[in-house]
């Protein structure tokens, strides 16, 4: 539920776009990956520049990283 936070359930939500990562597959791939080394604490959404035109408007905080 969005505003409630609980240190022990609930998550970080990261963004990553990029227009280099080309099928779901390398989604997956790459999800699988950051997961396994940063923890399941972390819910990691790749998506590309189109796709971050939807995922925009449900961001409330919002920091680029370069």
Do not use: A, C, R, W
């Amino acid at each position: 539920m969005k505003g409630s936070f609980h240190p022990f359930l609930s998550d970080v939500n990261i963004l990553i776009v990029s227009n280099k990562i080309k099928n779901l597959n390398d989604k997956v791939k790459i999800s699988l990956s950051l997961k396994e080394k940063f923890g399941y604490i972390f819910q990691f959404h790749i998506v590309n520049e189109k796709e971050f035109e939807t995922y925009k408007f449900f961001i409330d905080k919002m920091k680029e990283i370069k």
